[in-house]
């Protein structure tokens, strides 16, 4: 079965600070995508990453970086130097490659704090 | 360009009612998914077309809830005998094609009274 687990429900850091989101998930395929979403607080889900199950490298865009390790079945986000705009609900997703639908967990709200 | 629009944004009806919610995706995205997302919680998947089929409508919570896409563009979903727990934002989303990345919309909040 899919699953996606963010045991994190809330995160608080003051702006600067170095926040880790913690994403692991589940599924038999040997084929499959993951995701991370931020939904900031006017609402609309906006698109971070996607990755396949064949590509375990990091990869970084500015402050985000994002950690695959396919061992742990987990896909981390990091946000260096925070700020105050990063504050949102962030979700990690999945999809398996003959389904297509997204598995959503259950969000990590960040709170950055000048 | 323009990214997926969704209307009405706002909708309040009473319970026993027929709704209908419409998506219109982004020019050139053949795959269309509409999800539900509830107060505090991810969104779940309902339907997912790719051109003017279903592909997959799994997450239909049941026969209540219908969603067509006749032309292989604009979408809705429909909602007959609407109930409270109806009550929640419904997302749309389309992607270029299948296990692309998928771009929402600003979703339809739904209240059931």
């Known amino acids: 079965a899919q699953k996606v687990t963010q045991a994190q429900t809330e995160i608080s850091v003051v702006e600067k600070e170095d926040v880790t989101l913690d994403c692991v998930y589940e599924?038999?395929?040997?084929?499959?995508?993951l995701f991370w979403y931020k939904q900031p607080p006017s609402g609309e889900l906006v698109f971070l990453i996607r990755?396949?199950?064949?590509?375990?490298q990091n990869e970084i865009s500015g402050r985000y970086s994002w950690n695959f390790q396919k061992s742990t079945s987990s896909f981390n986000f990091t946000i260096t130097a925070s700020q105050v705009v990063d504050s949102a609900v962030y979700f990690c997703?999945?999809?398996?490659?003959?389904?297509?639908?997204?598995?959503f967990g259950t969000g990590t709200r960040l709170q950055v704090f000048p | 360009g323009a990214g997926v629009s969704q209307t009405p944004s706002n909708k309040v009806t009473e319970k026993g009612k027929y709704v209908e919610l419409r998506c219109d995706p982004i020019?050139?995205?053949?795959?269309l998914y509409w999800y539900r997302q509830s107060l505090g919680q991810g969104p779940e998947f309902l339907i997912y077309?790719?051109?003017?089929?279903?592909?997959?409508d799994s997450g239909l919570p049941n026969d209540r809830f219908f969603a067509v896409r006749p032309e292989g563009s604009v979408s809705t979903l429909k909602i007959q005998r609407t109930e409270r727990g109806d009550s929640a934002v419904y997302l749309c989303?389309?992607?270029?094609?299948?296990?692309?990345?998928?771009?929402f919309g600003p979703g339809t909040r739904l209240t059931v009274l």
């Open positions: 599924t038999r395929d040997t084929t499959y995508y």
């Open positions: 020019s050139g995205h053949t795959a």
């Open positions: 990755r396949n199950s064949f590509d375990e």
């Open positions: 989303a389309s992607s270029l094609n299948r296990n692309n990345e998928q771009f």
């Open positions: 997703a999945l999809s398996e490659a003959d389904t297509d639908k997204l598995i």
């Open positions: 077309f790719q051109g003017t089929g279903a592909a997959d």
